[in-house]
């Protein structure tokens, strides 16, 4: 297998950019994007931010950290999603949602941004201060991309909470009027980046407190979801349910009618979870990774999509990077003795030259092996 420098030099030639002192990641090469003019969005930018600076590259974390604060929108998050506005003969944010948010990129980029102060502190001659950039970051997210009753992470500053109402048993919702509105009770698991939360708990003081809470809120619902689903599978999408809790909806929610199962959101929930355990050997967190560590290892090859009950999506017969990572990762957190076999798989998976898929498996890699991530 190739070394992790090698990867990390091959990953940069296939997808970092230039456009003046800026730097973003080409996450739309082969033009699959819905948005067919794209060419970044906030996670791919978060995923390089974290990527350059677990390998040490002040030179583009400072071109990528340049991109985002270019691209903040008016609440201090990124931008969700830019475009070759070739019209205009420049870049800008995509006309249809473009300037809204989306929540698992600011995570990371905040992430980034306090770990890269431990490292260099600044950026050279001082021109930015990470940490204050980060602490700015923590409080727009807190701000606007959190359920203030709920504690968990919303999709992004998109999403209006509304005034809940509340009965005997707690929290039971907002209004459901309105696009904005009926989304406020939506959360999504591949933005359960408890790694990143556990970084804004120990770094942004003025919050501890509030972190701790959406920490606590994500874990509770982790746990519900292997109550519900033994494979510890978890779907795209969660929806709070009357009796307080975030269960999958039986139909779409935003993006398909595989939004109920475990797809190309949640494909991430067991690096991401895995390396929170690293981190911390939290218990709470450990049936639902047992159980995540066991399906896959039951498996002959991990496929590329699954309902949560364990049965592959009937036209996911092929194996995918995005998925394969995450799973490796899980069963080698947990030390489960297939562990290898999955291992094998992934490093014989030919790589379509996908950024999603290259820029996960490049994640799993340097986070598993230095989880702190300083």
């Known amino acids: 297998m190739p070394s992790i420098e090698q990867k990390y030099n091959e990953w940069r030639s296939a997808y970092v950019r230039a456009w003046g002192e800026m730097l973003y990641i080409d996450y739309n090469k082969k033009g699959e994007v819905e948005q067919k003019n794209a060419i970044t969005c906030s996670e ?8 350059s600076q ?5 030179q583009d974390f400072d071109g990528l950290l340049r991109w985002f604060l270019h691209f903040k929108n008016a609440n201090g998050l990124c931008a969700w999603q830019q475009i070759d506005d070739k019209h205009n003969r420049t870049y800008s944010n995509a006309p249809d949602g473009g300037s809204n948010s989306a929540t698992d990129g600011d995570i990371d980029i905040a992430t980034s941004l306090f770990h890269a102060a431990k490292i260099w502190g600044r950026s050279p001659c001082g021109r930015y201060d990470y940490r204050q950039i980060g602490l700015q970051l923590t409080k727009a997210i807190w701000d606007h991309e959190i359920n203030h009753y709920t504690f968990m992470p919303t999709l992004g500053d998109w999403v209006k909470v509304a005034q809940p109402t509340v009965s005997a048993q707690g929290y039971s919702g907002g209004a459901h009027y309105g696009e904005e509105s ?4 939506v959360t999504r698991p591949s933005d359960f ?20 809470k959406v920490m606590d809120a994500i874990i509770t619902t982790v746990q519900h979801q292997v109550h519900l689903n033994p494979t510890g599978l978890i779907a795209d999408f969660l929806k709070l349910a009357a009796n307080g809790l975030y269960e999958p909806s039986q139909k779409k929610i935003l993006e398909s009618d595989n939004d109920k199962d475990y797809n190309w959101n949640s494909c991430r929930v067991p690096w991401r979870l895995s390396i929170y355990y690293l981190l911390t050997q939290d218990p709470r967190i450990q049936p639902a990774l047992m159980a995540q560590s066991s399906f896959f290892g039951s498996l002959p090859e991990v496929h590329a999509g699954y309902h949560l009950n364990g049965k592959r999506i009937h036209d996911r017969s092929y194996s995918d990077m995005s998925y394969t990572a995450p799973a490796s990762v899980v069963m080698w957190t947990m030390r489960h003795p297939n562990q290898s076999k999955i291992q094998n798989e992934m490093e014989e998976l030919e790589s379509d030259k996908s950024y999603f898929g290259d ?9 598993a092996r230095n989880p702190t991530g300083c």
Do not use: K, P
């Not at 980046?193 to 701790?212: K, P």
């Open 182 to 185: 009926s989304y406020s009770d």
């Open 359 to 367: 820029s996960i498996q490049l994640l799993c890699l340097l986070q």
């Open 193 to 212: 980046i408890l790694a990143g939360f556990l970084t804004f708990y120990n770094e942004d003081v003025e919050r501890s407190s509030q972190w701790a």
């Open 44 to 51: 791919a930018i978060g995923y390089g931010m974290l990527i």
């Open 54 to 58: 677990l390998m040490r590259n002040q």
